[in-house]
């Protein structure tokens, strides 16, 4: 195989598979670029699974950056939420038989919880289907220490839905309920009238903005559907909302994005309820740094 036809087989899922574990998209292309330099005219015919030896490659990379970023994240001003992708590749083949849910914006701020290392365990097996004994190899570990990494990180999310077509169904349903509240709160944007949308978030919602000092906005998490509508009503006068508000996809999850001319000004996504009856947390990113790709 080519230099050049193993890059274009494999830079979509890598781009996928660093941007969960990384949640940024910028972050990710530089891991992967750099992964692609450290193979650049070599002789490939010496990697038996090239395809393998790369996944391992940006797995080992993100865990190292995340490590590495962690002072940067405690010192970031006001909540760190991860940069919105919606043109994340997800039309080649192998996108297909990857769990879609976990490129949802949703997901890959639930995936925050975790440690780095529980992050890339999780990721390799929840969202790409790997083996235990292959990430075990590829992060240097037993298979033992995986599969207790990887039983921590599912303590700390979410149980997901069951394989099959309950799973699928589930998918679905979930996208359709983000949908209709999206729509909602882009009518709500457009006429400035937040009532309607306000019942759609549950009586303890939460509002998390995420400006890193490069705009106004809450530091801190604002709680409660009151609150939330209040800041709104508040906000709206001042030309929060004034622009041109559309919706955007991401891993098959709807989103609002207002614009201003060529530039994102916010993009909100949301977490649902189990019950996908109400709006559990709301987020939304307005450091311009994170909206470039929006």
Request: with cysteine.
């Amino acid at each position: 195989m080519t230099e050049e036809r193993l890059v274009a087989d494999t830079r979509p899922m890598l781009l996928r598979l660093a941007y969960r574990i990384l949640g940024s998209y910028a972050d990710a292309e530089d891991v992967v670029q750099d992964t692609y330099l450290e193979i650049s005219g070599r002789d490939l015919s010496d990697i038996r699974q090239p395809k393998a030896y790369l996944t391992k490659a940006v797995a080992n990379r993100c865990l190292n950056l995340l490590k590495s970023a962690r002072k940067t994240r405690e010192s970031y001003i006001g909540p760190w939420l991860p940069e919105p992708a919606p043109a994340l590749p997800s039309n080649d083949p192998e996108a297909l038989a990857e769990k879609r849910e976990t490129l949802s914006y949703a997901f890959v701020v639930l995936l925050q919880r975790l440690s780095p290392e529980e992050r890339v365990a999780f990721v390799l097996r929840e969202a790409l289907g790997y083996a235990y004994r292959d990430i075990a190899a590829m992060l240097g570990k037993s298979e033992t220490a995986c599969r207790q990494t990887i039983s921590r990180a599912r303590r700390k999310l979410p149980p997901p839905p069951a394989g099959g077509d309950a799973a699928r169904e589930a998918a679905g349903e979930d996208a359709a309920a983000a949908e209709r509240f999206a729509r909602q709160f882009l009518a709500a944007c457009e006429t400035g009238d937040f009532r309607g949308f306000v019942t759609s978030l549950s009586a303890d919602a939460r509002l998390v903005t995420d400006a890193g000092g490069k705009v106004r906005a809450a530091t801190r998490v604002i709680y409660g559907s009151e609150r939330i509508e209040a800041l709104f009503r508040g906000i709206a006068p001042k030309g929060f909302f004034d622009g041109e508000a559309s919706l955007i996809r991401q891993g098959g999850q709807i989103g609002v994005r207002l614009g201003r001319g060529s530039a994102a000004v916010w993009a909100a996504f949301f977490e649902l309820e189990p019950n996908r009856r109400v709006i559990q947390t709301m987020y939304m990113v307005l450091n311009p740094e994170k909206l470039t790709r929006v």
